[in-house]
């Protein structure tokens, strides 16, 4: 007679296909976030993505539902690393306020020389093709662009708190011109690839505080 021999259950950890999934995803994000912000959205086909993560074309709807859905997430991941940016520099209690914000530009600064001026700022580069994006991405372009915003005009309040700037600041206008400009400013650099626009724009703001 025979018998079924049952298998035994295998040592050690568990197969890691949700962590591998996991991990192509972010890869895939990560890739997308570095086109994304050299070339802008429709410069960046998902095939130059795939491409450089190994994926194959037929497997990219097992991680994203769709190029918008895909592109919604690459922002969202950008603008997560760009707020922890902010934050590290403006909630620095170590410096005045002022400084602060001159510490985050020196930072930008570098990141822009670092990648030979190839990268700009995503959200901002998307702020330029609103037109032609998918109309849910402009929310949420603005939504984070008003998150920024609000570090800023924090900060600044701060600065008026330790009478570093008129206490008749419009500290949310100030903050408002300051990314207005700022995003001026880094297109700018990537054109003419020198930081030159960057410190121009920092020293016209800062002189242009009212005290």
């Not at 008129?166 to 100030?174: E, T």
């Not at 001026?184 to 002189?207: C, K, N, T």
Request: glycine share 8%; proline share 4%.
């Amino acid at each position: 007679m025979n018998t079924i021999k049952l298998q035994k259950p295998r040592r050690g950890r568990p197969p890691k296909v949700a962590r591998d999934n996991q991990d192509t995803r972010a890869e895939l994000i990560r890739s997308g976030l570095e086109l994304l912000t050299e070339q802008g959205f429709f410069a960046s086909g998902i095939d130059k993505i795939l491409k450089k993560v190994g994926v194959p074309k037929g497997s990219f709807y097992h991680y994203f539902a769709s190029k918008e859905a895909f592109g919604r997430a690459v922002i969202e991941s950008y603008a997560s690393y760009f707020a922890n940016k902010l934050d590290a520099h403006l909630l620095n209690t170590d410096f005045e306020p002022i400084q602060r914000i001159c510490h985050f530009v020196a930072d930008a600064k570098a990141g822009m020389q670092k990648h030979q001026f190839k990268r700009g700022c995503l959200v901002g580069n998307l702020g330029q093709e609103v037109d032609v994006l998918p109309e849910s991405y402009r929310g949420l372009l603005l939504e984070i662009f008003m998150a920024w915003q609000a570090r800023i005009e924090a900060c600044l309040r701060e600065a008026q708190q330790h009478k570093l700037i008129s206490q008749s600041a419009n500290c949310a206008l100030l903050a408002e011109f300051f990314w207005l400009g700022w995003e001026g400013a880094v297109s700018r650099a990537r054109l003419v690839q020198d930081a030159q626009p960057l410190d121009h724009f920092l020293s016209q703001f800062i002189e242009g505080l009212p005290r």
